[in-house]
């Protein structure tokens, strides 16, 4: 995110935005990597044999998407900081200190997963080499290593928020930040029994994920409207409080849809089921609004004679207005399609859960950080107005398009496995394995390989964009 104009107030912790979003767009491009040699290794089983293995794939792919995710949202916050509040952010030389703190750990991490792999299954193992625990697998000195840069990252959060003016928007962020740092905490212990480890382990997979995470999101969006399209500050500030209400009400009994099969009492079913599908709810409404809010402005002016209803970047415009329509049909739509305790008992493990999995990490999530990444390069380059590239279509195009394929894809492949492996065969090894070589299985996993070489390339004319913008007169207006 090259040629830095920034001055004045908050141009340090803009800077340092600048150096998260730039390591997370890397991690983003590592992210789909591991996961296009995953999807090979699944079609041809001999692919990188003995060089490496599918399951350190698996984990590179899964937990590169969540460390590029952080990364970013605490480079959103680092921007949008200065501009909430109307001063620099406190303590930005230990902010800066613990980016490359952070970076480090995960470069070494990453190569530990490359060229060790697998440790001898003791105590060594979890402290040096991995966790094995899906999601969190980082080996414990990362874990307490991630735990010290997300308490810096909250301190000066609060101590700029504190000293600052006060919106509504680092308000969220403020609370939100505290549930942030302290569920990660959950998965930072072993229990004996495997049903309460679970239990614990999903508080961080579902609550760290679906009720922070999507608070967090209602927050960028909510900044993000009013940067982009002038919103009116107390409609998106009175949906992120709905948002946080639901998310913090519905998101914590919406996690029972999680303990159906690891032995909690049978009432989590309903509870689970009627709860767990409210969450992007808010976030759709607030859209809605100011848009609606928006359209009533075509054609007017304000007293400089400016155009009240333009787009002041069309690109993050673009990609925020996917994470309403991916939110609610990956975290919404596609979550609920298993979410039922009476469907879950055939689809639970299939490849539905991965078609949910994928649609709302990249629609929730993705979606408006590379949003963020937009809003960064236009104020980082001095554009005024940005608008579209030919890179920009076509990236956006091609990594929304590729998702969508890879879901249907996917969606396809758990349906042939609750038709042939539970409902048929009882879900037993048998009716695995015939599953697994079913045609249409098969088929939807070339499928799968195939949308994944689409976002791969959706990829490189995203990176392309983000290095060009400041060089790109079609950019400006």
Not at 101 to 120: R, S
Not at 393 to 400: E, N
Not at 417 to 431: F, N, P
Request: hydrophobic share 55%; aromatic share 16%.
């Amino acid at each position: 995110m090259a040629n830095n104009h920034l001055t004045g107030i908050g141009s340090e912790s803009k800077q340092l935005a600048t150096w998260y979003f730039t390591f997370a767009a890397i991690l983003f491009g590592a992210q789909l990597l591991f996961g296009l040699v995953a999807a090979i290794q699944y079609v041809m089983p001999g692919f990188m044999f003995e060089v490496l293995d599918f399951s350190v794939a698996r984990m590179l792919h899964i937990n590169a998407l969540v460390v590029w995710m952080v990364f970013a949202m605490f480079g959103a916050v680092y921007w949008l900081l200065p501009d909430e509040t109307g001063i620099e952010t406190v303590g930005i030389k230990i902010g800066k200190l613990l980016f490359w703190v952070f970076a480090a750990a995960i470069v070494v991490v990453v190569l530990v997963y490359l060229f060790i792999q697998v440790g001898p299954a003791d105590e060594m193992s979890i402290w040096f080499i991995h966790e094995g625990r899906e999601y969190i697998e980082a080996p414990r000195w990362a874990d307490f290593g991630i735990v010290v840069v997300a308490l810096g990252f909250v301190a000066n959060l609060f101590l700029t928020g504190m000293k600052g003016k006060q919106t509504g928007i680092v308000t969220v962020l403020m609370a939100d930040m505290i549930a942030f740092a302290g569920l990660y905490l959950c998965g930072m212990f072993f229990t004996d029994n495997i049903s309460v480890d679970q239990y614990w382990w999903w508080w961080v997979i579902h609550l760290w994920v679906e009720a922070t995470w999507e608070v967090y999101v209602g927050a960028l969006a909510a900044y993000g409207l009013i940067t982009m399209l002038g919103a009116h500050r107390k409609v998106v500030e009175m949906w992120l409080w709905i948002e946080v209400t639901m998310l913090f009400g519905s998101g914590i009994l919406g996690m029972g849809h999680h303990y159906f099969w690891i032995g909690t009492p049978e009432y989590w079913w309903e509870i689970g089921a009627l709860f767990s599908a409210l969450e992007p709810l808010p976030l759709v409404a607030m859209f809605i609004h100011v848009l609606y809010d928006w359209g009533k402005t075509q054609g007017e002016q304000d007293a400089q004679g400016q155009e009240l209803s333009v787009i002041r970047n069309k690109p993050a415009f673009t990609w925020f207005v996917l994470n309403a329509f991916g939110n609610f049909l990956g975290a919404g739509i596609w979550g609920f399609f298993h979410t039922l305790p009476q469907v879950n008992l055939y689809t639970h493990g299939t490849q539905f859960t991965s078609a949910h999995g994928h649609l709302a990490f990249f629609g929730a999530y993705a979606t408006i950080l590379i949003g963020m990444m937009y809003i960064a390069i236009q104020g980082t380059n001095g554009i005024k107005i940005m608008n579209h590239t030919r890179s920009s279509i076509w990236s956006v195009s091609l990594l929304s398009g590729g998702m969508m394929g890879m879901t249907v894809a996917l969606t396809i492949a758990g349906y042939v496995q609750v038709l042939v492996s539970r409902a048929q065969m009882g879900a037993t090894w048998a009716g695995y394995f015939d599953g697994q070589s079913g045609m249409w299985f098969a088929q939807a996993m070339d499928w799968r390989l195939i949308m994944g070489l689409v976002m791969f390339a959706g990829f490189a004319l995203l990176a392309k964009d983000f290095l060009t913008t400041g060089k790109n007169p079609v950019h400006q207006r």
